[in-house]
């Protein structure tokens, strides 16, 4: 399919408690590129196969979480086009000077119902995977340190209006709906999970009474063997796993959670399906909320499903 | 070699020995012992939050939102942050927030209501 509008997932920026031990951390275990250090403390990094400068940002806080996360849009008309569109719908947005992150464009940003703050953008510097674009090899030095996913793929989000979100997503930034999971009475949604692309994910959203918290942040591998790979390598570095291997329900990727040494989760998954605009989305009852998270476990679990920074 | 000391947690009556150089959750965990519950082992949840009743202990950064200066002065400290010097008793603050599919349907039913 034409891929116009909202491309993909860009960069989050992520709260960390010590900036030294994190870097090292998302070096090491998880084995992203750092690409750079900006003038307020932030360090940049992307995965090794992404080929904008970065995709995960660090900045020092005194409590973890996510600060935004944001999309790259097609180009800057798109932008605009974007900005309007929101403003139209009634929400307040506001521009970010192109700089303010290293290698990044101007961007948009605006507050989203359930608390968190979403960015677009439409320019960051391609700096390549390290590979070339001419006669390039598969692979390099980089993507066999660490864990080592190809890139930053979703994220899952915890807030009050999950409705809200979904209405501005879909109607306002063209996502469409892939999964959900409804509660006891048949209608309302507990979680969404929505795509702007082919991925069975590009956002998702939990109810939750706390605003703005972060679940996950997701970077994708290639194989189950790359999935149980990582979990050796956490072990090995003696990394806080949350919960997996094992495979989701809900969007049927292989999964291992872990958490970084602030206590955010993320993820590293493989699999799953390609959805198109006109896949009918999937349903989760509330009777087997269990196997739609945890497909083997076929249960809810209490840490999984409450634990959130 | 790493030196060793006794952690009772107070509502349980529970003792494990924990090494100097493991966490007080860590250590708990390590030995399939219970008591404190476990949520991203990192400081920053704040699901492992104790007090430390009695004894000493070394700590790392934890997060403010869990934790306020004043409660971290007076021994109100994430257990997955604190790392014994002594024996060391303590109480469990924190707890695993409800089944967020629990909450989340309460809420729903009195948006209903509402």
């Known amino acids: ?309 | 070699m790493a030196t060793y000391y006794n952690v009772t947690i107070e509502e349980t009556g529970e003792t494990y020995r924990c090494s100097t150089e493991q966490s007080l959750l860590t250590g708990m965990e390590r030995l399939g012992k219970k008591g404190v519950p476990v949520g991203c082992r990192s400081g920053g949840c704040g699901v492992c939050k104790i007090e430390i009743v009695e004894g000493t202990f070394t700590k790392k950064v934890m997060s403010r939102e869990y934790v306020s200066v004043e409660e971290e002065a007076a021994g109100k400290v994430l257990a997955c942050r604190v790392y014994p010097s002594s024996d060391i008793r303590l109480r469990v603050l924190g707890k695993m927030a409800k089944n967020v599919c629990k909450v989340a349907a309460l809420e729903a039913d009195t948006a209903l209501l509402g």
């Open chain 1, 1 to 309: 399919m034409a891929m116009t509008g909202v491309l993909r997932p860009g960069h989050m920026q992520l709260r960390v408690l010590d900036i030294e031990e994190s870097v090292k951390f998302y070096k090491d275990v998880v084995g992203l590129v750092e690409t750079g250090r900006d003038a307020s403390g932030r360090v940049y990094f992307k995965a090794w196969d992404e080929r904008d400068h970065n995709s995960l940002i660090l900045r020092e806080a005194d409590r973890a979480g996510v600060d935004f996360f944001a999309f790259k849009v097609l180009d800057k008309a798109t932008l605009e086009k974007l900005d309007a569109d929101l403003q139209a719908y009634g929400l307040k947005t506001e521009r970010i000077p192109a700089g303010d992150l290293l290698e990044t464009g101007e961007r948009v940003r605006f507050e989203i119902p359930t608390g968190h703050l979403i960015e677009l953008y439409a320019e960051k510097t391609d700096v390549g995977n390290g590979l070339g674009y001419t006669n390039p090899n598969p692979w390099c030095a980089q993507s066999e340190h660490g864990i080592a996913p190809t890139r930053l793929d979703h994220c899952l989000l915890y807030g009050p209006d999950i409705d809200g979100a979904l209405d501005i997503f879909t109607k306002v930034l063209g996502f469409y709906l892939v999964e959900h999971v409804l509660l006891e009475d048949g209608k309302t949604n507990l979680a969404i999970w929505l795509s702007c692309s082919h991925k069975a994910h590009d956002i998702a959203f939990v109810r939750h009474p706390e605003p703005g918290k972060l679940h996950h942040v997701s970077f994708l591998l290639e194989t189950w063997e790359d999935v149980l790979r990582a979990a050796d390598i956490m072990s090995m570095n003696k990394s806080s796993i949350d919960i997996g291997p094992t495979r989701h329900g809900i969007t049927r990727g292989t999964t291992i959670y872990a958490f970084d040494n602030s206590g955010n989760r993320y993820e590293v998954f493989c699999g799953g399906y390609q959805p198109y605009p006109d896949s009918h989305p999937i349903t989760w009852t509330w009777d087997e909320v269990g196997t739609g998270i945890f497909f083997h476990d076929r249960a809810l679990n209490d840490r999984f499903l409450s634990v959130v920074t």
